[in-house]
């Protein structure tokens, strides 16, 4: 069993559509695929379509872009009730913040001589429900001022870069209690992602762990080897679960091919029992994930 838990689509800043990202995963080898787009579940209808014929397991899901403690944290929602009004409603306020800061990203580029427009972000962010930094990203790439996103973001786009802007961001304690209230289940993403240790502390974990969270996603691309033994040990001591994927984005990051982080079999059981629990205790309407229909003998 291959269990690739975070992946994105041009439903949010990913280079494939969701049909052709499930068609990837199976390229991939891959069995179960969580589909988490930031901040939207626009890819959902069809990436579940796509994935009943192929017969590739979906497991449907949100990266919820939150903030804790100062710093930005990115919750991943599995199944979570995608009608739950309070959790639509406070990921339509985060999608607005993101979009509506991109005529000041711009104002900031045009002071340094770069003619970026509107339109050239437009023609960017086309099929997206996030219009954001990774589209403005995008539209710098199609004028040549660089060569990759990732160059954007190092010489623009990042905080402390001159063209950076900041943007509301929800309290992650708060989603918290929202995906819990929609039946669905959370997972840290890359709770050290590029800061290291110097992000989240075990106590603060074990905080977040009394607040609903289930699980850290110990393997990802941006955690050492050295921060993932330290993550495993911690969530091993907290009883939450643990989980690794490739956080793909298509062509969109380099380094994130499907599959080049899995998540164990085991694991993936705990937290298909807890969104089930969790889905009984709030009598949500989420379905359980898309099972492939059993080979015909
Ligand atoms: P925004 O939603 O506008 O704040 O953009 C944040 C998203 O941009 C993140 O969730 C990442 O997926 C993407 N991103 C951040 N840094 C980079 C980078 N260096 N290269 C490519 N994508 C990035
Ligand atoms: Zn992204
Ligand atoms: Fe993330
Ligand atoms: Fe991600």
Redesign the pocket.
Known sequence: MRIDLHT?TRA??GTQSPSELVHAAVAAGLDVLGLTD??TTDGWAEASTAAAEVGLTLVRGI?I?TRHLGR?A?LLAYLPDPTYAPLDEELDRILDG?SS?VPAILDKLHELDIPITAGDVRRASVGTA????????DALVTLGVVG???E???RF??PGMPAYVD?YAASLVEVLRLVGEAGGVPVLAHPWGRNGPSGMTEENLDELAGLGLAGLEVDHQDHSPEDRAALRDIAGNLGLVVTGSS?H?GA???DHELGCNTTAPEEYDRLMELAATSARATGSAAEPPSVPPAPSS
């Open positions: 994105h949010s800043d930031h901040d990266e872009s930005g990115h993101r800061r996030a219009t954001g930094r990774p589209h403005v990203a990759h996103r990732d954007a973001f190092r786009l990042n943007r956080d984005h969109g990051k380099v």
